[in-house]
């Protein structure tokens, strides 16, 4: 997050870094959705690829490991971790090596969408970065070999950037394997049905990949905007609140409230809506209890929700369309979507600028009016 | 014919079609509305206060009675004037599924005031329909070369200017060819149009872009062949397009539509940007913007029935909207209005399922 004077973040430093953090994360469920493309729907691929688990969850001993997707292919398959980047200090790096290295020893990966695993006798194991971060791989792949080090991987990871590009006016999603001493390749793939496989495209002829919107965004929509990240403030809060909002206007609460009164305000138990979305996307550890109750605490902030007391863990959560006033004619340059709105007022409220020393939760205190309660 | 004794004596929708061959619509304009409804419009508008609904063979008899005062709950839940005119309504199905045609002699204060409120505010038991500018052609251009009249003369257009706001513009007295040349090089919409056939036979009528018409003079049986059918197939059509596409499951996703637009409106980010304002000004739903350029992808909720939408820029003139869970007609319909009434005219398409690329294709070797 970049400061603002006396190294306190201004109000539009906190919207920018809410937003930059939202964009990053559809950025890399897109990132998904493309693997997801080439691997399952490419005359290449199709056939080799016997499953690719959008939400993988594998058990290893008594820890769970969740890459961001894994594919399993005829004999070995595909771990893969995306990144926007890679932080600086050591001991995140520590704990990105130990990560690497626990996914390269993983053995098993899932061969259907219950979850079952398949011994594999190789794994390619891909580190994605957003290309504006691409210079972190040499970083990694150095730590990697540093001596001394504990993480043996049994080949190293292969790094890889993806980035939008637009050229004559057509969008597409790149990814380019880093041409980096010490980078990591695919194993090469021998199956009737692949002309040209990874390892052939990337690493002999140097080749890139680009998708086009038309090739990611069934998978994008299919497994409903999200990633085997949960997702995170400002995303979580926008997928809740159009949960919130469908289910209210889908049940008639929201049309029952007289056309100019805009707000209505629902009881919200955080274990309900996450046993919805899970239910949505059929995976149980992205829409956790804990999940759902960051973003009900970001709705807080943005003093769009209150917490009822103790014991139930509900809130009170006043919805309302974000949208412009009906007779605003709004224009493309005031154009304020839902997440936007979301990050301003979360910015506008945490933002304390006579006591910045105060927590975020000094909010904790403004109780809001309420009109109609829907329990 | 307003509550007449005529009223009494239809017992079956082929006496309102014999009343309806001999009536004079210079004395009494007959005002006809398309309705998209899965149940019997006649049942949902019969709910209101000072609403009979008399069922007949065929034909639903809907008597408004008049209203004095605002005492009454349905008063002022509708915003209705203080006086609220009497009417008669006729309910009829259409040759097509879930399309109706509601008829009635009532005048412009009944209608204005009393029923067109009602029809537009149930959002969600009338899905609304639109002509397009090029629909509006195609049906006088049949006009033009089927009927038994030597000209056709548009009296009086009102445009209004694409993506609302500005105000509408009067066009009196030209040939309906000039009249749509003014529309394409405005790039305005065809609010309304009133038209007369003039030959040895008449009909005067005004079409209105949710596809109702005012016959002023004429026959029915011209106002069925040239006017009613066009306007219902063309409903039709438009239904069937947008109908059962809705996500159902996990596994069992929305059917996409394509709006293939016939300008290149996306090459430039503003597009994007005024296809978000768009979809927010219209009020219809609440948006979310996934990404915005260089490629868009805007999630919505759509504030009428809670259905979920997503809509992609996949090209610099191709919207793609992919229905999620709870998405029905009503809310592809107003989606597909919202893009091709504010950022341009369009074709709308199944989108079809891309042919399986390769990895060389993927490579960009295109």
Known sequence: MSLGRDNIPSRQDIKTELLNEFHDYDDAVTCVACWYYLLTQTSDYSQVTRHFEWFPSIDVGDRRKTPDFTALLQSGGIVAEIKAGIPQDESALTEKLEQLASYDRLGHLPRNAKGTLEQVSYIDLVVLLHRRNAHDARRVLSALSEPGREFRLSKPPIFMTYAFETDRGQTKMAIDRLDIPGNGSFTPIRHESCAQDLYRHFCEEGRRLAWAPKQFYQAKTQFMRVMNDPPKRLYSAYVLWEELLGEAVAKGVWEAVSPRQKVIELVVHPHEISQRLTDKILANHIFTIDCVRDALEFLRKAELASRLPEPQGAYRVRLQSLLPRKSARITPSETKDVAEQLAERYATHVFRPTSPTADASVSDTAQLPLRLVDS | ?366
């Open chain 2, 1 to 366: 014919m307003r509550m007449t004794s005529q009223d009494y004596r239809i017992e079956s929708a082929a006496d309102l079609e014999q009343i309806l061959s001999h009536a004079d619509f210079k004395r009494e304009h007959l005002f006809f509305i398309p309705v998209i409804s899965a149940n019997d419009p006649a049942r949902i508008l019969g709910r209101h206060e000072h609403v009979i609904v008399v069922p007949r063979q065929g034909v639903s008899v809907l008597r408004y009675m008049a209203v004095h005062g605002t005492d009454s709950q349905d008063t002022e839940q509708l915003d209705l004037a203080v006086e609220q005119p009497e009417g008669t309504v006729y309910v009829l199905p259409t040759e097509y599924e879930r399309i109706w045609s509601l008829l009635t002699f009532a005048g412009n204060d009944f209608l204005s005031n009393r029923l067109v409120p009602v029809l537009s505010r149930q959002k969600r038991a009338f899905p609304q329909f639109t002509l397009t500018n090029d629909d509006i052609k195609g049906i006088l251009a049949g006009l033009d070369q089927g009927g038994p009249w030597e000209k056709l003369e548009s009296w009086h257009a009102v445009l209004r200017p694409r993506g609302g706001g500005g105000k509408t513009q009067d066009h009196y007295h030209q040939r309906y060819e000039k009249l749509f040349a003014l529309v394409d090089m405005k790039e305005a919409l065809l609010e309304r149009l009133r038209v007369v056939c003039i030959g040895p036979t008449e009909l005067d009528f005004t079409l209105y872009r949710d596809g109702s018409v005012r016959i002023r003079s004429g026959q029915w049986a011209h106002f069925q062949r040239f006017l009613r059918h066009p306007i219902l197939s063309r409903a039709a059509d438009r239904l069937s397009l947008v109908a059962g596409r809705g996500r159902r499951s996990f596994q069992d996703l929305g059917r996409p539509l394509e709006v293939q637009l016939e300008q290149p409106v996306f090459r430039t980010p503003e597009g994007n940007s005024e296809l978000v304002a768009a979809l927010q000004s219209s009020g219809i739903g609440s948006v979310a913007v996934l990404h915005l350029n260089p490629y868009l992808h805007a999630s919505m909720v759509d504030l009428i029935n809670g259905a979920s939408i997503d809509i992609f820029v996949t090209s610099p003139e191709t919207v793609l909207v992919v229905p999620g869970y709870g998405a029905n007609e009503g809310s592809l319909l107003r989606v597909l209005r919202t893009i091709t009434d504010t950022i341009c005219e369009g074709q709308v398409l199944d989108a079809e399922p891309s042919p399986r690329l390769s990895l060389a294709d993927l490579a960009g070797v295109d």
